[in-house]
């Protein structure tokens, strides 16, 4: 059975660049969310998407945007990068969109740094 | 609010001490999933346990147990004879019937040293 799994592993931009971070899900999984981590916080949801639609969003801006492709694997793309949003981005991915919290998997995370 | 809130920043023990995590949550909804999760520094999120609201017996699993007690809306979770493997960020995290959001805490960092 495969894992969640990340692409790239580490980014580096400058301000105002735009990135897109990719994620593979877990075999038989259909759901992926994104989350952001800083330096010393926890996770915080993005938003999740399931059915290659958006199934729920955090408080991020709109420049946070994603995508779900039919194999179920999935994009974050954020536009006009600021310095605060150097992070871990953590992809991870569960076994179905219904409203029962299933249990998500996490990939390995990708470190964005935005200088 | 802070819905989860992890009150312990850091701890470190000596290999074979037992200690305890401590995660307290807030929610007003009445079905609910608590988890919690190990971040070594690779990165990576390891999925240790899942509760739902309805069942509140402790579950130990090897040198882990976590022990629910919705009275004080608390989800502790120990390790017995600690290792240095053990060493690592633990998150706990909570995600409210109707919704597909995790909520996390601000994680505690275990260091055991051996």
């Known amino acids: 059975e495969t894992g969640v799994t990340q692409s790239p592993t580490h980014l580096i931009k400058t301000r105002g660049q735009q990135v897109t971070l990719r994620c593979s899900s877990q075999?038989?999984?259909?759901?992926v969310s994104w989350y952001q981590q800083a330096l010393g916080q926890g996770p915080q949801f993005i938003f999740q998407?399931?059915?290659?639609?958006?199934?729920g969003r955090g408080n991020f801006p709109p420049r946070f945007s994603g995508l779900q492709f039919p194999n179920y694997s999935s994009e974050l793309n954020v536009n006009a990068l600021e310095l605060d949003d150097s992070a871990l981005y953590l992809c991870a991915s569960s076994a179905s969109g219904s409203l029962r919290a299933d249990t998500q998997y996490f990939g390995p995370g990708t470190r964005l740094t935005v200088l | 609010a802070q819905k989860v809130t992890q009150a312990q920043t850091e701890i470190s023990v000596v290999e074979k001490e037992d200690v305890t995590l401590d995660c307290v949550y807030e929610t007003r909804d009445t079905t609910y999933y608590l988890f919690w999760y190990k971040q070594p520094p690779s990165g990576e999120l390891v999925f240790l346990i899942r509760r739902n609201s309805f069942d509140e017996q402790n579950e130990i699993s090897g040198r882990y147990s976590w022990n629910f007690q919705k009275s004080t809306s608390s989800f502790n979770f120990t390790i017995t004879a600690s290792q240095v493997v053990d060493s690592a960020v633990y998150f706990c995290?909570?995600?409210?019937?109707?919704?597909?959001?995790?909520?996390f805490g601000t994680g505690t960092s275990l260091t055991v040293i051996p």
């Open positions: 075999s038989g999984h259909n759901t």
């Open positions: 995290a909570l995600s409210e019937g109707g919704s597909n959001q995790f909520y």
């Open positions: 998407y399931y059915r290659e639609e958006e199934n």
